[in-house]
Nanobody
Framework: QVQLVESGGGSVQAGGSLRLSCAAS????????MGWFRQAPGKEREGVAI????????YYADSVKGRFTISQDNAKNTLWLQMNSLNPEDTAMYYC????????????????????WGQGTQVTVSS
């Protein structure tokens, strides 16, 4: 099992940056598909970025490509999401998630496959 705790959310103005962190504990020895998802009020949860901890390939939603970067530390205990050039459409609750499988781009649309979730961290971008 894996426990996930997000931090780093907050309020910024459009054009600003935030860095989200996800601290993982428990079974961090195994490789997981890990990702960031977000959900705005009245909208469905959407995948933002995912990475397989056993590889180097990252996948991003089209809406964040070139602005957001997902990364992990070598010990696989921390997952980050660097968010630059934020705009009001990025306002949402951001969740860290993990699943015990090798993932590719399509898992951006398969949040239901992820077994472990953090409690979320709020990101608010004002214009």
């Amino acid at each position: 099992q894996v426990q996930l705790v997000e931090s780093g959310g907050g309020s910024v103005q459009a054009g600003g940056s935030l860095r989200l962190s996800c601290a993982a504990s428990g079974d961090t020895y195994s490789d997981y598909c890990m990702g960031w998802f977000r959900q705005a009020p009245g909208k469905e949860r959407e995948g933002v970025a995912i990475i397989y901890t056993g590889g180097a390939t990252r996948y991003y939603a089209d809406s964040v490509k070139g602005r957001f970067t997902i990364s992990q530390d070598n010990a696989k205990n921390t997952l980050w999401l660097q968010m630059n050039s934020l705009n009001p459409e990025d306002t949402a609750m951001y969740y860290c998630a993990a699943g015990p499988f090798v993932c590719g781009a399509r898992w951006l649309r398969r949040s239901y496959d992820f077994d472990y979730w953090g409690q979320g961290t709020q990101v608010t971008v004002s214009s």
